[in-house]
């Protein structure tokens, strides 16, 4: 196995937007798209009701991760088949709206780039509001001693 | 009806006493018009056979099944079964298919139905087309590939809870040469199949996770309660880490990675269809996941074990009518394996809390018995005993040996289980060991009663057949096939043999039971199909094979060794077991990805129209 193939490749081109930058706030404010077969809001309601039925327990970023198959291969503070969710936060704390979005759609499209060679599966099942809820989740994960 | 009254039809000569017939059919006084056509090839001008054309209704259709698919006879004429009145079809989508044909005209696919005068006639013309990728059964990507132990295994393991490749997996295998590409390692192939293998590495894992899918809502078999190294447990895992290393290996180097182009895959059999055929496919919430129905003597209806909202279906196939019935307990079950008995009541094997239970529907009563067995406290799959599959006869109808015992497979323990269910008594036995095999990865599956109810045979996915003596209750006749095949739902005739689907390597064995000598292995005519489960059929004496993979169901009879192919209406048509309908001869099935959603939820009975 050649291992410097696997090592962070850094491709994502990040730009800071400073201090203080709440990325939470500003993904709130995408507007919304059409998904699917559903009209979106329909669907999000269809997603919605299921997740809040299975996983009552959970916020809902998170039951939507779980839904989807994500906790397969990541979670909060190790790592799996792919990286944590801290250390995505950890990575994307200084990153801009559009990286953010671009998040959102990586989670839809998968694809291999920041973490390695090993491509992330595509999850055409989602809509990008749902992607959205996740990567918000995502982004206030913090490192756990 | 015969094909010269569909002609008659479609030139608007209403023979009267037809009109008759159906208006005292339906109860109506509204005058009775056929939707009807004929397809054509576009360059010869003659009539195209075995066409599939389907009648999308939508979910609000007034009665009976909301998608409607008859086929062109051999003339390529059609003509639907709904002489009512035309709202209930006119506004609705009509589309065509056949496997090596595309459609020219009417040119945008599917056709919106509009009213004229008189019957509805809408015609079709196609011509042959070689690239069949955007309408080709998933197992027609495998068709090229050489067949070898390794590639059933494959298909063994991936097709066990979804078509393999989906539509998801071909984007990935996209992804993974995009990553290589990205890298600059397109000409490095050592790079490049480092990357393919870690790739589907990585998926090996996710999948091993992903199986927890499966278990219901409120379930206590939870990924989110274990630890990764729980999740990649040898003793916990349906595929061990050598498996996997097997799979990624295969994956990395023999899956095509270009799935814009297919050509050359034909079904290699005659269709078994005609212009009389009608499938009708009963779409059922998003939310529910009926793996399998079944039907059970005196009853119309169509029973189905929802394993995600712990509820059985009662579907009316008359109506469409769906009702639903929870089981009655505080711990989720997952019904997954519905077996109906000659008294009219419905036996289900649960995934989870190893519950067997009873449901009898006249006055409503269920009766739940639990056979758990070293259960290991851990919400992982493999700690549980899983009750999978429950003995069932020629008929496949609930089967007990002299002493009035069901027997069950363990498949979390590999074990056969006894239970008598009139004095709750429950036994159990170690089914034949393999070594260097966990429990759950030799895969204890399906098991039927031999008809003098001497042998339990049984399945194991890892590749034995064999025969659980219930007098003795020793294992015994233990036949061996290449780790791979995996065998899984089994079969017996009247005539005491066995039939034996090889989910893997797609074959078909005939054992004799009473010589206990295997007979003949068929190929399937497309090896990828895997086969799910065999149902003999006793008034047409073929045997039916259940295919995950392939959108068809297959027809064998044994009499001319000879294959006939039904093809479903619909991509991910994953089937698993088929009932035929005592009453009317019609196969009764449903489609079963895993998980919930990531395919079609449909209830689907085929009138052969033979």
């Known amino acids: ?145 | 009806m015969s094909i010269v009254n569909r002609m008659f039809g479609l030139f608007k000569i209403v023979v009267t006493s037809h009109v008759l017939l159906f208006c005292a059919l339906v109860g109506t006084s509204v005058s009775a018009n056929e939707l009807t056509g004929r397809v054509t090839n576009a360059r010869s001008g003659e009539g195209v056979f075995g066409v599939s054309v389907t009648l999308n209704r939508g979910q609000n259709a007034l009665a009976g099944a909301d998608i409607i698919t008859v086929f062109t006879g051999g003339d390529g004429y059609y003509s639907f079964p709904l002489p009512t009145n035309k709202s209930s079809y006119v506004g609705n989508v009509l589309q065509i298919e056949k496997l090596g044909y595309q459609q020219v005209s009417p040119k945008n696919g599917p056709m919106t139905i509009s009213d004229n005068e008189g019957d509805v006639v809408v015609d079709f013309k196609v011509k042959p087309e070689e690239n069949i990728a955007n309408n080709a059964p998933a197992s027609a990507w495998l068709s090229k590939i050489p067949e070898t132990d390794a590639k059933s295994f494959v298909r063994l393991q991936c097709t066990g809870c979804h078509q393999f490749p989906t539509p998801r997996v071909k984007t990935y295998s996209g992804l993974i040469e995009k990553s290589i590409a990205h890298l600059g390692a397109t000409d490095d192939k050592e790079a490049s199949l480092d990357v393919r293998k870690e790739s589907w590495s990585a998926i090996v894992k996710y999948m091993r996770a992903r199986m927890y899918d499966i278990f219901p809502d409120g379930t206590n078999i939870d990924l989110t309660k274990l630890t990764w190294h729980q999740v990649q447990d040898n003793n916990l895992t349906l595929f061990n880490s050598d498996d996997g290393e097997l799979m990624s290996d295969f994956l990395a180097t023999q899956m095509p990675t270009d799935f814009d182009t297919l050509t050359g895959y034909k079904y290699n059999a005659p269709l078994g269809v005609s212009a009389k055929t009608v499938i009708r496919e009963y779409t059922l919430p998003d939310v529910s996941f009926v793996r399998e129905v079944a039907m059970t003597t005196g009853s119309p209806y169509i029973w189905g074990a929802d394993l995600q909202k712990n509820r059985l279906l009662r579907l009316d196939p008359k109506t469409g009518e769906k009702k639903w019935f929870n089981v009655p307990s505080d711990m989720p079950t997952g019904p997954h394996t519905i077996v109906g008995d000659y008294t009219g009541n419905l036996w289900i094997a649960m995934m989870e809390g190893d519950v067997l239970a009873k449901y009898t529907p006249k006055g409503d009563k269920w009766k739940l018995w639990t056979v758990r067995e070293g259960y290991e406290g851990v919400a992982a799959i493999g700690a549980e005993a899983m009750v999978h599959d429950l003995s069932f006869d020629k008929n496949y109808k609930l089967a007990r040996d002299k002493k009035g015992y069901i027997w069950l497979t363990l498949i979390g323990k590999n074990k056969m289980a006894g239970l008598n269910p009139d004095t709750g008594e429950i036994k159990s036995y170690p089914a034949q060991q393999i070594e260097g095999r966990t429990p759950i990865s030799v895969s204890l599956y399906g098991t039927l009663l031999s008809n003098d109810k001497k042998c339990a045979w049984y399945a194991q996915l890892v590749g034995v057949v064999g025969c659980f003596n219930t007098e003795t209750l020793e294992n015994e006749s233990i036949i061996e096939f290449p780790e791979g095949a995996g065998p899984r739902r089994l079969a017996i005739d009247e005539s005491d043999f066995l039939w034996i689907p090889l989910f893997g390597a797609g074959q078909l064995v005939k054992y004799d039971t009473k010589a206990r000598k295997l007979v003949a292995t068929y190929d399937l005519p497309d090896r990828s199909a895997a086969p799910y489960a065999v149902t003999w059929d006793p008034k047409r004496n073929i045997i039916w094979c259940a295919n995950s993979n392939a959108d068809a169901i297959y027809g064998f009879d044994p009499v001319t060794e000879s294959f006939q192919i039904i093809p479903l209406p619909r991509r991910m048509g994953y089937l698993r077991r088929i009932e035929v309908d005592e009453t009317n001869g019609n196969l009764v099935t449903t489609y079963a990805n895993i998980p919930t959603g990531s395919g079609p939820s449909k209830v689907i009975t085929v009138e052969l129209g033979d």
């Open chain 1, 1 to 145: 196995m050649k291992k410097h193939l696997f090592g962070k490749l850094g491709i994502a081109i990040l730009v800071s937007v400073g201090v203080g930058f709440v990325a939470v706030n500003l993904l709130k404010s995408k507007p919304p798209e059409v998904a699917g077969d559903l009209p979106r809001a329909e669907k999000i309601d269809q997603n919605k009701s299921e997740v809040v039925s299975k996983f009552s327990g959970l916020e809902m970023g998170e039951a939507y991760l779980v839904k989807a198959g994500c906790l397969a291969c990541h979670e909060t503070n190790v790592m799996r088949v792919g990286p944590s969710y801290a250390s995505i936060a950890e990575f994307y704390s200084d990153a801009d709206p559009e990286t953010l979005e671009n998040l959102a759609q990586k989670i839809l499209d998968g694809g291999a780039g920041q973490w390695g060679v090993v491509p992330m599966i595509s999850n055409p099942q989602l809509d990008v509001e749902t992607a959205r809820d996740m990567v918000r989740w995502i982004l206030q994960q913090e490192e756990q001693e």
